[in-house]
């Protein structure tokens, strides 16, 4: 029995984290390759010259990937949820008749 080693999980509650993407970033790049694969299909599907659809789905990739990681690094692993739910609150409550708060009673 005493051969046996345990070893211990010690990232039991860290986030998901690969290659400095955190979290939800990582589907979110997953889904941008997989849109930008059916964009190369149709473009070359559609008969356009194969370098100027590499070229294309390379640039778009590039911008793709960029914007990603930087949505990660500024906003971190729960941000796009907070900003998400702080744009729905809405800046003022307006209330110009007293009857709602006499009806409390």
């Not at 080693?5 to 939800?24: D, H, R, S, V």
């Not at 990739?61 to 729960?78: A, K, M, P």
Request: net charge positive.
């Amino acid at each position: 029995m005493s051969d046996l080693i345990y070893t211990i999980n010690k990232g039991i509650n860290k986030p998901i984290e690969f290659k400095g993407l955190k979290a939800q970033y990582i589907w979110y790049l997953g889904g941008g390759v997989l849109v930008l694969l059916i964009v190369f299909a149709v473009l070359y599907i559609a008969g356009l010259n194969s370098f100027l659809c590499i070229g294309v789905i390379g640039l778009l990739g590039f911008g793709l990937f960029t914007w990603i990681y930087r949505l990660s690094r500024v906003h971190g692993e729960h941000g796009l949820m907070k900003l998400r739910a702080k744009r729905s609150v809405p800046p003022v409550v307006k209330c110009r008749s007293r009857q709602l708060f006499k009806k409390i009673n």
